[in-house]
């Protein structure tokens, strides 16, 4: 049996079928977005269990998805659901720039760099956590 291809590379093909230019800068920026992916188990799913991240997200995992929920949206409803924490903590910080409106642009970048901190320190907390 022929091993599954990913989506993006079928993709791919089929755009080169029908439209070989606006593939080729695809696969250019797609080989490009690979090569910019964090190495190694940073990329990962958490082990089964949980966290919190900063105090209003909760991060749940079940050993393969990560489930992000935030607590003042309805009772504290899912968010949405990750295979990576890339993924998730851009999201996270996406989510509550939206919501914590700030009134300057040195706001905005200090509360990214806040919210970057706040994520690295809770996700290698729990990486420790699961791992002893």
Known sequence: ???????????IDWLWSCEPD???????RYSHYLTMQPAGGDNTAA?????????CYRVES?????FLYHHA??????????????GLFTDLISHSIRTRKADS???FVAEITRLA????????????????
């Not at 049996?1 to 993709?11: E, L, N």
């Not at 606006?22 to 250019?28: F, G, I, N, P, T």
């Not at 082990?47 to 105090?55: L, N, S, W």
């Open 73 to 86: 949206e309805r009772d504290g409803a899912l968010l949405s659901v990750y295979q990576t924490p890339v």
């Open 117 to 132: 901190s706040v994520c690295i320190k809770a996700w290698s907390a729990y990486k420790a956590r699961s791992a002893g």
């Open 47 to 55: 082990a089964a269990g949980r966290f919190i991240v900063d105090g």
């Open 62 to 66: 079940d050993g393969v998805n990560m």
């Open 22 to 28: 606006l593939a080729h800068r695809v696969q250019m």
């Open 105 to 107: 642009v040195a706001e």
């Open 1 to 11: 049996m022929k091993p599954r291809r990913s989506d993006s590379s079928d993709f």
